[in-house]
């Protein structure tokens, strides 16, 4: 059974602060990770996705992909409010045809 | 911004009746999924679905559940004599290019089996 693995948080950081989220899977053929944001009672938002190991910036949102170790992560720099929500760590299973799996998400809490 | 559109956003039945869901994926996506979650639980897979047939199904994707794209616009899941269990959120996704790139969610439908 494949699993992606996060800290369920919650994880609470300042505004201005940098957010670090971390995600484990077990499936290491995996060639393609997401990270989405769900807020509560919405749906997830895809908001990186990253192929190779390294990092991987997009405006504030940093992700890192280490496939050796079977680690992704998120980091968020100058979290906002706005930022307070669930994050889902994603991973395609390469034995399956068509299969992304998700994994229990972190929830983050950014005090202003 | 294109977006996937769910309806209705929250439906109560009672056991053992059926349901469909409906999902209106963005036009030009060839990739179909739905995934369920029950509340405070992880997102989970229930199905794939591409060129007019499934691709993949989970162990929860048994006998009660089935999809169909009747037309070129709409995808559907039906859940047959439903069970106070299958209580969850149901979201419909597509993507351009299936699992190696992202996908982009509807924004779900609320199933209350009473």
């Known amino acids: 059974q494949k699993e992606v693995e996060q800290n369920s948080g919650p994880l609470s950081v300042p505004e201005g602060a940098i957010a670090s989220l971390n995600c484990t899977y077990s499936d290491r053929g995996s060639q393609s990770f997401f990270w989405y944001r769900q807020y509560s009672g919405k749906s997830p938002e895809l908001i990186m996705s990253?192929?190779?190991?390294g990092d991987k910036e997009d405006g504030r949102f940093t992700a890192q992909l280490n496939k050796a170790s079977q680690y992704v992560s998120l980091l968020i720099r100058d979290s906002q409010p706005s930022d307070s929500a669930t994050y889902l760590c994603?991973?395609?299973?390469?034995?399956?045809?068509?299969?992304?799996?998700f994994g229990p998400g972190t929830s983050l809490s950014v005090i202003p | 911004e294109p977006e996937v559109t769910q309806t209705p956003s929250h439906q109560v039945t009672q056991m053992g009746q059926e349901v469909i869901l409906r999902c209106v994926p963005i036009?030009?996506?060839?990739?179909f999924y739905w995934y369920r979650q029950i509340l405070g639980q992880k997102v989970e897979f229930l199905v794939s679905f591409y060129n007019n047939e499934i691709s993949e199904k989970s162990e929860i994707f048994d006998d009660q559940f089935s999809v169909e794209r009747p037309d070129g616009s709409n995808f559907t899941l039906k859940i047959r004599s439903t069970k106070l269990e299958d209580s969850a959120m149901y979201f419909c996704?597509?993507?351009?290019?299936?699992?190696?790139?992202?996908?982009?969610f509807g924004s779900g439908t609320r199933l209350t089996v009473v």
């Open positions: 036009s030009n996506h060839l990739y």
């Open positions: 990253i192929y190779s190991n």
């Open positions: 996704a597509s993507s351009a290019q299936g699992k190696t790139y992202g996908y982009t």
């Open positions: 994603a991973v395609n299973i390469m034995a399956s045809y068509d299969k992304v799996i």
